[in-house]
Antibody, heavy 119, light 107 residues
Framework: QVQLEESGGGVVQPGRSLRLSCTVS????????MHWVRQTPDKGLEWLAL????????YYADSVKGRFTISGDKSKNTMFLQMDSLRDDDTAMYYC????????????WGQGTLVTVSS | DIQMTQSPSSLSASVGDRVTITCRAS??????LGWYQQKPGKAPKRLIY???SLQSGVPSRFSGSGYGTEFTLTISSLQPEDFATYFC?????????FGQGTKLDIK
């Protein structure tokens, strides 16, 4: 049974950092392409980043390029999103998701973890 | 970026109704489109992939069609568990982009 579980969300001040984790089960992280997506009531869903199954290539949305870094630990079957220089508009529900390859659509999602950026 | 324009943004319908939701892409994405269902507090669930292929385990009342720039999701006979939000996702070109979502509620 494929499962993805995000953790690490919370309240953080603008300019600070936060690291999200996505622990997967039912499949091997290193055999799939993994994504981070966020959602807000106002802007809807926004794709942020992907990491292909061997760790490369990695792609980022312009809105987070240079501030967010996607990475993975194959031994723990866990993916991460390091978020630096956080801004108010990074407040969102963050989801991790999976696809079969870097050219295919997302097939499974986690339930999300909420990040609130506020002073 | 490819813009995905989804309509309607909300829809009221009754059990047994036939419902159609549309996504239009700002450029040709061939059939690189999926449809998803999202319920509050739950992980989104893929219903359709490659524009018209039914995800395993999804009821056959869900169907997708389209190619290029115009796509539709049809629910042939609404069931109580279908009241949710639906969205499309294009994965033809980075960055992947989503439709704005359609909230389907009970009339």
């Amino acid at each position: 049974q494929v499962q993805l579980e995000e953790s690490g969300g919370g309240v953080v001040q603008p300019g600070r950092s936060l690291r999200l984790s996505c622990t997967v089960s039912g499949f091997t992280l290193s055999s799939y392409t993994m994504h981070w997506v966020r959602q807000t009531p106002d802007k809807g869903l926004e794709w942020l980043a992907l990491m292909s199954y061997n760790g490369f290539p990695k792609y980022y949305a312009d809105s987070v390029k240079g501030r967010f870094t996607i990475s993975g630990d194959k031994s723990k079957n866990t993916m991460f999103l390091q978020m630096d220089s956080l801004r108010d508009d990074d407040t969102a529900m963050y989801y991790c998701a999976r696809s079969q390859s870097s050219r295919s659509g997302i097939d499974y999602w986690g339930q999300g973890t909420l990040v609130t950026v506020s002073s | 970026d490819i813009q995905m324009t989804q309509s309607p943004s909300s829809l009221s319908a009754s059990v047994g109704d036939r419902v159609t939701i549309t996504c239009r892409a700002s450029q040709d994405i061939t059939n690189d489109l999926g449809w998803y269902q999202q319920k509050p507090g739950k992980a989104p669930k893929r219903l359709i992939y490659a524009a018209s292929s039914l995800q395993s385990g999804v009821p056959s009342r869900f169907s997708g069609s389209g190619y290029g720039t115009e796509f539709t999701l049809t629910i042939s006979s609404l069931q109580p568990e279908d009241f949710a939000t639906y969205f499309c996702l294009q994965h033809n070109t980075y960055p992947y982009t989503f439709g704005q979502g359609t909230k389907l509620d009970i009339k």
